[in-house]
């Protein structure tokens, strides 16, 4: 119940931040978001999220969804028990991980 609780309050918080997100550029605005979701061309946040955390388990701390070369990036930040930030980025159509930094 805590793991859903958690999952549904960093969905409502990247829901927010990408409706906050209107200005042109690297982000996805809101409207482009709902509409690659409903056609099946990105994940949901909360499949990204359980996906990321069995890669590197940790409290997410960050989620943004960018276009980078024509591609669709999910970016998430988690810190570890020992207080370490890990940075994964996945593909939002496949869920593969792309790039995983420890800062």
């Not at 409706?19 to 946040?45: C, H, M, Y």
Request: charged share 30%.
């Amino acid at each position: 119940m805590k793991i859903l609780s958690l999952i549904l309050a960093a969905a409502v918080a990247v829901g927010a931040s990408l409706a906050l997100t209107a200005q042109a550029g690297d982000r996805a605005r809101a409207e482009d978001v709902r509409q690659l979701r409903e056609s099946g061309k990105i994940l949901p946040a909360e499949e990204i999220i359980v996906r990321a955390r069995k890669i590197q388990p940790g409290q997410l701390v960050g989620l943004e969804l960018e276009r980078e070369g024509g591609r669709m990036i999910y970016e998430i930040k988690l810190i570890d028990n020992a207080n370490k930030l890990h940075k994964l980025e996945l593909d939002a159509a496949s869920g593969e991980l792309l790039s995983h930094r420890e800062k």
